[in-house]
Each structure stands twice: as structure tokens, then as C-alpha cells.
């Protein structure tokens, strides 16, 4: 749980997690939600930094250590891709169709677009992961 591969992977993905989220919803996809939201006030102008900031590293540290797993010592572009795209499988579509049916955050389209933003988040995400654990295996050998 704690080997150097899985460190190293979850500083740079949690890196690009909060730097690829104040991208790709921040400045990319905020003024669409905002316009499009079906709740005023939602997001907050600012966000909690330092929670922002743990939250990144307990998602980075969570989806690295998953990785490990779903890999069984595959590890490469491939594998994290894959794992990327099944994580935004559930939490960008699965989890975005529950929140649209029990809340009134999104509308439809903006669920969608929602999700097309969570496959890019996570197979980037999943792009790092593999490459990072398959350096690493590959100087193991």
C-alpha cells in the first residue's frame, strides 16, 4: 500500500487532480454549469483549499492503490486506461444519473457533459497511474 510506486503515483495524480479539475470543470466547464445548473448558489466562488487540497491526495491515494489491484502487476498505458474509464463508467455516468434523478443539481445535458468531463479527468488520471507503475516494474525486472 505504501511501496514507492504507489507514492509516486499518488503525488502526481493528485497534482493533476487539482490541477486537472481547476482546468477542465474550473475554468473549461464553470460557465457552463453555472448557466445551466438548476440550483442557484451551488458552487461556492471559492473553494476550501486546504479540503480541496486532502481530497485530492485521498482520491489520488484511493485510485492509485485500487490501480495496484485491477493491474495484478500488468501495469502500463493500457491498464490505466482502462481503470480510467470504468472509474468514470461509475462515478461520472453512474453516479451523475443517480444525482439527476434524486436532485436538482444538473439538468440532463449537463449530466452528460458532466460525464464527458470525468472520462477525460480519469483517463488522464489512469494514463499517470500506468505509465508511473509500469516505469517502476520495469526497473524491478
Known amino acids: 500500500m505504501f511501496s514507492k510506486s504507489n507514492l509516486v503515483s499518488t503525488l502526481v495524480t493528485a497534482i493533476w487532480g487539482f490541477g486537472g479539475g481547476y482546468l477542465l470543470w474550473g475554468l473549461l466547464a464553470d460557465p457552463y454549469f453555472r448557466e445551466n445548473a438548476l440550483t442557484d448558489g451551488l458552487m461556492k466562488d471559492m473553494p476550501d483549499m486546504p479540503y480541496l487540497i486532502i481530497g485530492c491526495i485521498v482520491a489520488a491515494f484511493a485510485f492509485c492503490t485500487i490501480y495496484r489491484s485491477f493491474g495484478s502487476g500488468n501495469y502500463g ?65
Open 77 to 141: 498505458v493500457n491498464s490505466g486506461l482502462a481503470f480510467g474509464f470504468w472509474l468514470s463508467i461509475m462515478h461520472g455516468l453512474g453516479d451523475g444519473l443517480i444525482n439527476h434523478a434524486t436532485s436538482n443539481m444538473l439538468d440532463i445535458t449537463g449530466t452528460m457533459v458532466n460525464f464527458g468531463i470525468y472520462l477525460v479527468f480519469y483517463l488522464v488520471m489512469g494514463l499517470i497511474v500506468g505509465l508511473i507503475y509500469g516505469k517502476m516494474a520495469a526497473t524491478k525486472s
